[in-house]
DNA sequence: ATTACAAATGATAATCATTATCATTATCGC
DNA sequence: GCGATAATGATAATGATTATCATTTGTAAT
């Protein structure tokens, strides 16, 4: 959340801290939900902050190279990003009638039951696990 | 896969059995994988099984409504759909650096785990849980 | 079988998210 | 501050998916 923390992360990966990079970065902290890059631009716009919807994109996907954001894909034709966060996973619920998404915070059964699962399939597939993302598709509350 | 059983289900969903329909069902039991739309539009080429692009999409789509197909997304910018097998589910092992994908059974203990999960999500959400997919990434044998 | 009618199809235009292009602007190490 | 170079903005291009609509096909009833 520092801005310093930022500065630290691009220099690493050599590359320039912009009024447009720090400007989306705030938008996940704020908001703190999984958007799309639409959603990135429109909030954007709302605060006055001109960003080019070219530029939403290409920086979504730098802070995604980046480790920062990671990419999610609900089944509604575009894909949204949210903060990661380490060692805690979010995953989703997903409502097959309305389409709305619950993010869940990993249970802790789960975070090590996943993680045992990692190194079975690591040595079943010679397969180097770097993350992982679970849905579950259902009815939410307010469909069932 | 006897045709039987298609014809019982397209009969339960009011739906018309059609040789198109026939047609892309045989694909997806040939060649056992995930496929892109395209590709099953191509596969059906070169059968000279003249299926239009759009009736492959129309049907795709009818055939994961009416479950015999679900859809998976990798982060190539493409829907996969594949044949739905319970209870045994497919996960998935995305390769970042080459997209290649290996598909595996859910090992005995994940089903068990994972049925587990479902129940305390219910419970604790009020969201009646249908599907799930799970999809680890990283880098496979070749690339790691 | 034949008919009748709704559902399905094919060809192709339209849509919409994402990416590429390229001239202009901003960042950062010196 | 300067200069090299990365980043941006405006917009055109791309590519997957969806909509349209005239024609064909499947099916249930005759």
Redesign the interface.
């Known amino acids: 959340m520092p801005k310093r923390e930022w500065d630290r992360a691009f220099a690493y990966f050599k590359k320039k801290m912009t009024s447009s990079r720090q400007a989306i970065m705030e938008v996940f902290e704020e908001e703190k939900k999984h958007l799309s890059a639409e959603e990135v631009y429109d909030s954007l716009k709302g605060k006055n902050q001109k960003v080019g919807i070219a530029t939403v994109y290409r920086n979504l996907d730098l802070l995604t190279q980046m480790g920062i954001l990671h990419?999610v894909?609900f089944?509604d034709g575009l894909e949204h990003y949210e903060i990661t966060r380490k060692p805690i996973h979010h995953h989703h619920?997903v409502?097959?009638k309305c389409g709305s998404v619950?993010d869940?915070s990993e249970?802790i059964?789960?975070s090590e039951?996943i993680s045992k699962?990692?190194q079975?399939?690591n040595t079943r597939?010679?397969?180097?696990?770097?993350?992982?993302?679970?849905?579950?598709?259902?009815?939410?509350?307010k469909c069932?």
Chains 1, 2 share one sequence.
């Open positions: 990419r894909y089944g619920l409502c097959n619950i869940y249970l059964e789960e039951f699962l990692e079975e399939l597939y010679n397969f180097k696990i770097e993350s992982h993302q679970m849905y579950f598709y259902g009815l939410c509350k069932r």
